[in-house]
């Protein structure tokens, strides 16, 4: 792309994403340049966990726009046979992304009844627009996928999504930083509340008493064999579940001054 349809492409582009309508749509994909960082097409809704690792490396971008019913590759208007439900995208991406990016995301419908474009006359298509919100990136995946890894963290090269590298991290830590947000800035509600959900995961309300026999049997061996054992140095002298069980009394304090409650020993 010459640097002349780069600049008219940027140009699209942007009036697209700050004025979406069917207008911009149409002048967008009039001159097909192409999928880019911030643009991508799909000529259907993808499976859940690819639109999630999409969403997510877009998110860590500078944010862009997933157009569906255009053919990637060919860049060809196709329109979509039918419209997805806004609110069930949200509830499939849940599951993969932080809500506090799930909340931002928005999908637009755009019928084309008539058009002085005969390509995209009686089409309908639809967009994702994901925002670009430096303060809280990385955006990190929330849950195993098919296409998806939990904890990940994905960004755009190119036309792909693909998980960061040191390089690509660095990028997204400084550019957080120049937003002038501490990285211990105050969590939203939701993101605290994810958090302790997953600590709490981490025990069980109830204690296998197979696992103290296993210990016993253990000793045994070692009494019968003369094999003796010996404190690890290195092993941490708060037990695994007792830092979990502190970490879940911390968050909830965390928790509750977020919501401006005071807390009170149980």
Request: glycine share 6%.
């Amino acid at each position: 792309m010459t640097k002349k349809k780069a600049k008219a492409f940027n140009e699209e582009f942007a009036r697209f994403f700050e004025n979406p309508s069917r207008e911009t749509l149409r002048d967008l994909l009039k001159e097909s340049h192409g999928e880019r960082n911030e643009l991508d097409f799909k000529v259907e809704w993808p499976e859940k966990s690819t639109l999630a690792r999409h969403v997510l490396a877009m998110a860590n971008s500078g944010g862009g726009c997933i157009v569906f019913g255009v053919e990637d590759g060919s860049n060809e208007p196709r329109g979509l046979p039918a419209l997805k439900d806004k609110a069930k995208v949200n509830q499939e991406l849940e599951r993969y992304l932080p809500p506090s990016l799930v909340e931002q995301l928005e999908v637009v419908n755009f019928p084309y009844t008539t058009s002085e474009c005969p390509k995209l006359q009686g089409k309908t298509f639809q967009v994702l627009f994901i925002p670009d919100d430096a303060a809280r990136i990385p955006f990190i995946a929330t849950a195993d996928g098919d296409k998806i890894r939990n904890a990940a963290i994905y960004v755009r090269k190119g036309t792909e999504s693909v998980e960061t590298d040191y390089e690509d991290l660095q990028r997204l830590i400084n550019r957080r930083l120049e937003t002038g947000l501490s990285s211990t800035a105050e969590l939203d509600i939701r993101d605290h509340m994810l958090q302790l959900r997953i600590l709490y995961q981490q025990l069980s309300p109830t204690r296998d008493r197979a696992a103290g026999i296993t210990l016993q049997i253990q000793g045994m061996a070692r009494s019968v064999l003369g094999m003796e054992s010996e404190p690890n140095p290195d092993y941490p002298p708060e037990g695994l579940d007792a830092f979990v069980a502190r970490a879940i009394e911390l968050k909830k304090r965390k928790v509750l001054e977020v919501l401006g409650v005071n807390y009170v020993d149980q």
